[in-house]
């Protein structure tokens, strides 16, 4: 029996096993209401609420506070003798790693299609709001984070759900959080290892086998497929022994460089279209308000939009604080301010330019499947750069082997740290772990196992319900957090401007 055979055999298997669940389970998690025309996910209008209350809660502090998001990533306030593991800009490479991925590439390219121009608009928006969920709940990952003896740090909604809860509630908010963080835990770990693992290395053998011949070029063939399924999985093994340190090492590379690539490319598409530009951002304002072709009109727009977004950055669904709470530092709000900038970068900058350069380049297959054929998404985006760099596929799989690489490093660590949360942080537990987490970058390359996938999906948005009642009942901590960090920077300018401003002298002590 050829491999081929074996893999089809077990995909089926699998498929025909899981999908009821699957479908079951999908339909509730994103169920639907109608609204204006269009349908409305609930799990997406949960999560641009709260983006919308945390927002007023902490008066627009995305915009207020960026300025002194980048002075901490640049390591303006940081103090010697700090507890954790990274920097502040390793934490936010590594967690960025985890969001920037195939979905700003192909999944963007859906959204303009479904939603036109003009979800552009309603999803940068939705990325701005996310930035304040964002930063309520890294907050609250370093402010219960568990530092262990030999150093590592473990952090999460598995931390600072049980130990908010019973700081604030006592008994019953003990109980209640215990059940929360065995849950989360549960729900992170599925993920990780479906759409975190074996999803990103699906995706990117794809792509790789589309530029190199297809079914008939060298990694075509069921061996190439296991050539690529272990060459990633040895690269990840040997990243994820190194625990938080050697991945943010890997991804404070990896991320820029990655970003870069794909910007500048963005970039040349704009610029050899600049007279198009005006159109494109016109087309993008008037079709937030007054699209053409899109059901539901404006809310048919803003939904695709938001929803797009939401996808993307995670903000609220608890998975980056596990890699922020690995920071150096003795101020939890210095590290929710740093985080704040993760939904900026992932949507804002890297989703818009992807709309940018599809509205701008107005392939040919973003008209078709504005019609209604079924186009894949990252054939899209391919599709615009081509029009201005014809070698662009082959820079377009590098990028999506940056994305897919530093995705699955960084889902391994959250992975890792939900295991470990539910199966004890033995030698044997952590190894079994790793184990099994490469296996499945192997499995990767050889099953789809959609199904799954489609689960894991599921499995992430209700993680989201389950965070952000947390980050309601915990807000006030994030408040007394933040009004703390901001006593030392007032106080470490007024050092500073008396002329005695060490940048590493040990903070003013300062309560709230």
Not at 120 to 147: D, H, S
Request: charge should be negative.
């Amino acid at each position: 029996m050829s491999l081929d055979s074996v893999t089809q055999s077990v995909d089926e298997a699998v498929s025909g096993f899981f999908e009821p669940i699957a479908k079951w389970l999908g339909e509730v998690v994103f169920y639907t209401v109608p609204v204006g025309g269009t349908d409305l996910p609930l799990i997406v209008a949960w999560l641009v609420v709260a983006g919308l209350v945390f927002t007023g809660w902490f008066g627009l502090i995305q915009l207020r506070k960026f300025k002194l998001a980048v002075d901490v990533v640049r390591g303006k306030y940081d103090e010697k003798g700090s507890t954790g593991e990274v920097n502040h800009f390793q934490a936010l490479t590594a967690a960025v790693s985890g969001t920037v991925g195939l979905g700003n590439i192909a999944g963007v390219a859906v959204a303009v299609s479904i939603g036109g121009p003009g979800a552009t608009f309603w999803m940068i928006l939705c990325g701005l709001l996310g930035m304040a969920t964002k930063f309520v709940e890294v907050t609250l990952g370093v402010k219960y984070r568990e530092v262990h003896p030999d150093g590592t740090v473990s952090g999460g909604p598995m931390h600072y759900l049980p130990k908010g809860l019973t700081e604030r509630f006592g008994k019953n908010g003990k109980i209640l959080g215990k059940i929360l963080a065995v849950l989360a835990s549960f729900l992170i770990l599925f993920f990780g290892l479906f759409g975190g693992n074996l999803f990103q290395v699906n995706q990117s053998y794809a792509q790789l086998v589309s530029v190199t011949g297809g079914e008939d070029g060298a990694l075509g063939s069921s061996a190439g497929a296991l050539f690529f399924g272990i060459l990633i999985a040895a690269l990840v093994g040997i990243v994820l022994l190194g625990g938080i340190r050697s991945i943010a090492n890997v991804t404070s590379r990896l991320v820029p460089a990655m970003a870069g690539i794909y910007i500048v490319a963005c970039l040349i598409v704009i610029l050899v279209n600049i007279t198009a530009v005006p159109d494109a951002l016109t087309s993008i304002v008037e079709g937030a308000f007054n699209p053409e072709g899109v059901a539901g009109g404006v809310l048919g727009a803003l939904i695709i939009g938001f929803k797009r977004a939401a996808f993307s950055n995670e903000a609220g669904l608890g998975s980056a604080p596990i890699a922020h709470s690995a920071v150096r530092t003795k101020h939890p709000a210095s590290e929710g301010l740093v985080a704040l900038l993760e939904p900026f970068i992932d949507t804002v900058v890297v989703c818009t330019m992807t709309a940018l350069t599809i509205v701008i380049a107005n392939p040919a297959s973003w008209g078709e499947a504005r019609a209604g054929e079924d186009i894949g998404g990252v054939t899209i985006t391919s599709d615009a750069f081509e029009t201005v760099l014809p070698w662009f596929p082959y820079i377009l799989t590098v990028a999506v082997l940056l994305f897919a690489v530093s995705t699955v490093l960084t889902w391994g660590y959250y992975g890792l740290k939900s295991w470990t949360y539910l199966f004890g942080r033995s030698r044997a537990s952590e190894v079994t772990y790793k184990v099994v987490y490469t296996v499945f970058a192997v499995a990767g390359s050889l099953l789809t196992l959609q199904t799954l996938i489609d689960m894991a999906d599921a499995f992430l948005f209700t993680l989201a319900v389950i965070n952000i009642i947390g980050l309601y009942l915990l807000a006030p901590v994030v408040k007394r957090e933040l009004g703390t960090f901001l006593e030392f920077v007032r106080a470490r300018k007024a050092d500073h401007n008396a002329g005695n401003g060490d940048d590493d002298q040990e903070p003013v002590k300062t309560t709230v």
